[in-house]
């Protein structure tokens, strides 16, 4: 059988895991890369590279080698100025090699929010150095949150509650920062009610949106999702508008993980991801087309339908504690056992191949028929609860 097309996926996660699975089951021809053998998407692809992605000669060859009808990053810390050469030599980049390049540096994608389009963001400002970060701490005052300009799931990433945590908060940034850019964003704390990620889908036909996803981090990284949040109409039409002013501005075709704070009615642009979302997990089993099913249409040419959620949905995360090689995931059948005829629960183990502390190693979904996000979360939570990694 002739494929659909033959994707280069960079990048090689649990999200590029199940992006692989969508879109295998479009007829695509899928090759996994990242920076280690084993990685879960490997274990589903057609066939895998393993290198650096910031090895810009190793992704050139690879990418010659392969000659793919699509180049789909997965991960931040990419070698961009390649991508935009091999663009310009005819290869085609999801969503294109701008929106990857911007959307890899949070200053890029701030940038283009706050300078170019006018979106309303947080006061921030930049800084390269420790006494670069105290001086805007300064102006900015506190609490203050510092993030790595590169990085991923939080990492890096803190809350300064006075002077005395600049110089924690650098190191801390300067430890989680992936890539060889050495600049932080300090921003303004926002007293938010609450945040979501608008996951938007820019195809061939326009922009759908998903129904909004609330979540909650810890360390700056995605413990729970729930969808649908619950917003007035007033803040959705507002996060809608700025998500579409956005990825219309990036250009190109797939789905956009839109982060916003929303306080009352006003909505704040946070952060874009120009590929399946961690929070939107919960689509797995909240929605018809999950969001890894969406990118792999969008990216195929192929018709997006309506996009509806019929009952309040949630994940939870199995996280590792400890750095092992040697360990087990226990406990799938008290996990899978939903706590009544009107809940359904599922989990997805993630396949990596080794823990390290906070590592998320698993999820745990769950839906109630005619219930409440509460309820959907709190069976997620105590699903998640059951599963139990047993280290050797």
């Not at 990242?34 to 066939?47: I, L, T």
């Not at 979540?215 to 803040?235: F, I, L």
């Not at 939107?280 to 087309?289: F, P, R």
């Not at 993630?350 to 979904?365: A, Q």
């Amino acid at each position: 059988m002739t494929p659909t097309a033959t994707i280069l996926l960079l990048g090689s996660g649990e999200l590029g895991r199940e992006f692989v699975i969508s879109a295998k089951r479009l007829g695509a021809h899928v090759i996994a890369c990242d920076s280690y053998a084993g990685a879960p998407a490997m274990q589903v692809a057609d066939g895998f590279e393993v290198f650096s992605m910031l090895d810009g000669a190793a992704l050139r060859a690879t990418i010659e080698k392969h000659r793919p009808d699509h180049i789909v990053p997965e991960v931040e810390a990419i070698r961009t100025e390649i991508l935009s050469q091999v663009e310009a030599e005819g290869f085609h980049v999801v969503p294109s090699a701008r929106a990857a390049q911007l959307t890899m540096n949070r200053d890029a994608i701030r940038d283009l929010a706050a300078g170019e389009l006018g979106l309303t963001t947080s006061t921030f400002e930049y800084a390269e150095t420790r006494e670069e970060l105290a001086a805007a701490a300064s102006r900015i005052g506190f609490p203050l949150v510092v993030k790595p300009v590169m990085s991923s799931s939080g990492k890096g990433q803190s809350m300064v509650k006075d002077a005395s945590g600049i110089d924690a908060a650098w190191d801390y940034a300067a430890a989680g920062m992936r890539g060889d850019r050495l600049r932080v964003i300090a921003e303004a704390f926002i007293d938010f009610d609450y945040e979501i990620t608008l996951l938007t889908v820019r195809h061939k036909d326009g922009v759908s949106f998903c129904p909004p996803i609330g979540h909650r981090q810890e360390r700056g990284d995605y413990r729970e999702s729930w969808q649908p949040a619950a917003m007035s109409d007033a803040a959705l039409a507002s996060a809608q508008d700025m998500a579409t002013k956005v990825v219309d501005a990036l250009g190109g075709h797939g789905i956009f993980g839109v982060e916003f704070f929303v306080k009352g009615d006003a909505v704040i642009f946070s952060e874009l991801s120009p590929r399946p979302h961690d929070t939107g997990m919960v689509t797995l089993i909240s929605q018809s087309l999950s969001e890894f099913d969406l990118h792999a249409r969008a990216i195929l040419g192929l018709p997006i339908p309506a996009i509806a959620v019929p009952d309040a949905s949630a994940s939870a995360v199995l996280l590792a504690d400890r750095d092992a090689s040697d360990f087990a995931i226990t406990g799938l059948a008290e996990a899978l056992t939903p706590p009544n005829a009107g809940t359904a629960v599922d989990v997805r183990v993630f396949g990596k191949p080794v823990t390290r502390p906070y590592r998320r190693m698993g999820v745990t979904l769950a839906k109630v028929a005619g219930g409440t996000t509460d309820e959907a979360r709190a069976a997620a939570v105590a699903a998640a609860a059951k599963l139990v990694i047993e280290y050797r």
